[in-house]
């Protein structure tokens, strides 16, 4: 169906911001202070700024369970290295030019059954 000349292909527009639960959680987090106790004194702080020290506390709280510390010293790390890359040990290779050709069912368990034979005598 072509769109017609003039015409928008999205009557409605973006969607209004402050409907997802990410828009209401940064809203909460914006509006929410706290006072915390520093070095220095009393600071106010935000939401965001709560959470980040109440997860530092966790993971540097030796009374906590080492596996509380580790998930909370692990959230850390990902939200500053980012998640480690995984790495696979095989290499898949298509040729995506090569014609596809139909195979019955006892062509394919004739060729599953020889490659485990391959791989059974390694």
Known sequence: MA?????????NGRPKKGKTFTDILE???KEKNAEIETGRGKKTVHGKEILANTLYEIAADKNNAPKIRLDAINIIMDRLEGKPTQKTNEIIQADLNAPYSYKTREEMIAE???LMGTLNSD
């Open 27 to 29: 809203k909460i987090l």
């Open 112 to 114: 599953f059954n020889e």
């Open 3 to 11: 769109f017609q000349k003039g015409k928008s292909g999205n009557p």
